[in-house]
Each structure stands twice: as structure tokens, then as C-alpha cells.
């Protein structure tokens, strides 16, 4: 028999939403900041959201009520956790399970994001092919001395010290990385991470037009893909980290426009930790592989590799997450 899902959710709201209410106290504070009603009551009511989870599951309910419950209980799941050990437990229980959380959670944030730095390469692109002199237009001032590197495809001359390619690319990376983190500390502003995402997207798309020309587009990504997979996508989260806190200004919902603030901005704030592994990544690859002597399939094997281990972070995560609920 179908579920009626509009009788289930009239029946299970209201703990749904204590549920919700408990675990969000939590976030500032932990367990201390519980009453002495709510604390026995936050192990009850995660194994009922975790049955209802698994029973809306059986009966092919709506995807977004199965999502709403399936984050509901993996939230209340990592309060539970986490409050059951420290110190590196901690740390690894927020590597494993609540980072990928707020990214997946926050992912609509990292697409805009992405979507900025898309459109301001088209832009940037579109106008520099078609008059390439209107290159200075997007070009920081340390770029216009090293981008002939880029044109001659230095990255096919199988010499890792090729001084000017990795001087060049060394300098993409840190004006991206001050984008991404500009974009995130003037959140607030909503203006600013909509601005430097699409600079970001400038330097790219100017850097496209320019080499296209000369035949050495694919040296070119063979010499940003390996490190600019984990580097770009450090970026866009920046970015979205960015957007999330100015979303909750200007859209709260439910929430008064301080409390919405708060809850975006720790959310924005554990997504920039996030980015530190992927920065730290990317610099290791810029300096050892992306301009190394290797073939352009391999460069590009393992730039596919990450994007895809990437996306298994966040999502596979969930999967084995739901896996334990039905469990």
C-alpha cells in the first residue's frame, strides 16, 4: 500500500522539528547546552527519525522527504558520535562525516559559485578573442610578463624548473586562492563573492583566448588540471562559503536574520577548513607533477581521478551514512 505522505509528515513533524531544534542547540555548545528533558529525549528521537527514515525509504517516498530525513538523522547521528569521544575521534568523525554533510548541504552555494567563475570566463573569453589587445582588461599586472610562457606550451618541454610556466602558474594559483578567500571574508557583503569569483573567472577565460591561438591549448590544461582540480575546487567552495553567509542575511527563512547569520556563517566556516587539504594538495602536485615530464593523458588521468574521488568524499559518504541508518 502507498504511503500517504502528507498524513505521514502531519504525524511525525513535530518530532522532526524537536529533533532538529536539539541537535541545532548542540552546535554552541554540545551536549552541556541541553536541558534535562531534552538530553534523554535526543537518543529517542533520533531512533524514531531513523525508523521513520528507513520506513519512508521502503515506501519509495518523495526523494526530498527521504533527503530531509536522511540529513535530519545523519545531524543527529554526528551530535551523538562526536559527544561520545574527542580529541582525534573528533577530528576524524568531522573529516569523514561532517564536512561532506555541509557540503552536500551547502553545494547549492559552490554550483552559484562555479556558475560566477563559468561566466566570467565566457565573458572574459569572448571579448579578448574577439580584439585579443582587450587581454590587459583582465590581466593582473604580474600575469603580462609570464603568460608568453604559456603560449609557447611549456609544459610539453619536459622540464619541471621551466622558470616562467611555473612562476606563471604559481602566480594563477595564489591570485585564485586570494579570490576564493576574499570572496569568503566579505560574505556579508553578498556584492563581494559574486565580484572575485568572477575576476576569477577573468584571469581564466583571458588565459584561454590568448592560447588558443597558438595551438597549445591542451599543454596548457596538461599543466593546470593536475593541481587546478583540487586548487579550483578549494575555490568555489571559498566562494560558496562566501555566498552562504550573505544568503542568510538576506534570506533567513524560519530564522530571525541573526540566528540564520550564525548558522550559515559556521557552516561557511567549516567549509573553508575544508579547503585547507585541497590547497595543500594542489601545491604539491603544481610543484611535482602538473609541469613534469609526463605524458598529457596521464596529467589528465590523474586530474580525473581527483575530481572523482572528490565527488565520492561528499557523496559516497552519504550513501554509506544511509547504509548504517537502514541498518
Not at 561557511?268 to 598529457?296: W, Y
Not at 575530481?307 to 552519504?318: D, P, T
Amino acid at each position: 500500500m502507498a504511503i500517504d505522505e502528507r498524513a505521514f509528515i502531519n504525524q511525525k513533524r513535530a518530532t522532526w522539528e524537536q529533533l532538529s531544534i536539539i541537535v541545532e542547540r548542540t552546535k554552541n555548545g554540545g551536549l552541556k547546552r541541553l536541558s534535562r528533558e531534552e538530553l534523554p529525549a535526543l537518543g529517542s528521537l533520533y531512533r524514531r527519525a531513523a525508523a521513520d527514515l528507513a520506513f519512508a525509504r521502503a515506501q519509495s517516498a518523495n526523494p526530498n522527504l527521504v533527503l530531509y530525513l536522511n540529513e535530519l538523522v545523519g545531524n543527529a547521528h554526528g551530535v551523538i558520535y562526536a559527544e561520545e569521544s574527542g580529541g582525534w575521534s573528533r577530528l576524524g568523525h568531522f573529516l569523514t562525516v561532517g564536512l561532506p554533510d555541509v557540503l552536500r548541504r551547502r553545494m547549492a552555494f559552490t554550483l552559484a559559485a562555479f556558475a560566477l567563475s563559468v561566466l566570467g570566463a565566457f565573458m572574459a573569453y569572448a571579448i579578448v578573442h574577439q580584439t585579443p589587445s582587450n587581454v590587459t582588461m583582465f590581466l593582473p599586472d604580474q600575469f603580462k610578463s609570464s603568460f608568453d610562457a604559456w603560449k609557447q606550451g611549456f609544459a610539453d618541454h619536459g622540464d619541471v624548473s621551466a622558470g616562467d610556466g611555473i612562476v606563471t602558474s604559481s602566480m594563477l594559483m595564489t591570485h585564485n586562492t586570494q579570490c576564493g578567500i576574499m570572496a569568503f571574508a566579505f560574505g556579508i557583503t553578498f556584492l563581494a563573492p559574486i565580484y572575485f569569483m568572477l575576476q576569477n573567472g577573468f584571469v581564466m577565460g583571458a588565459l584561454i583566448a590568448v592560447v588558443q591561438p597558438t595551438g597549445h591549448l591542451s599543454s596548457m590544461w596538461a599543466g593546470i588540471l593536475p593541481h587546478g582540480i583540487c586548487e579550483l575546487s578549494a575555490i568555489f567552495i571559498c566562494g560558496g562559503a562566501g555566498l552562504c553567509i550573505a544568503w542568510g542575511l538576506i534570506a533567513p527563512g524560519r530564522l530571525s536574520r541573526s540566528d540564520a547569520l550564525i548558522s550559515n556563517g559556521r557552516d561557511a566556516c567549516k567549509m573553508m577548513v575544508g579547503t585547507v587539504p585541497l590547497f595543500i594538495i594542489a601545491g604539491i602536485l603544481e610543484g611535482n607533477v602538473s609541469h613534469a615530464s609526463l605524458p598529457h593523458w596521464v596529467k589528465f588521468t590523474l586530474a580525473g581521478g581527483q575530481f572523482a574521488a572528490l565527488m565520492y568524499y561528499i557523496y559516497g559518504n552519504r550513501y554509506l551514512n544511509s547504509r548504517e541508518v537502514k541498518m
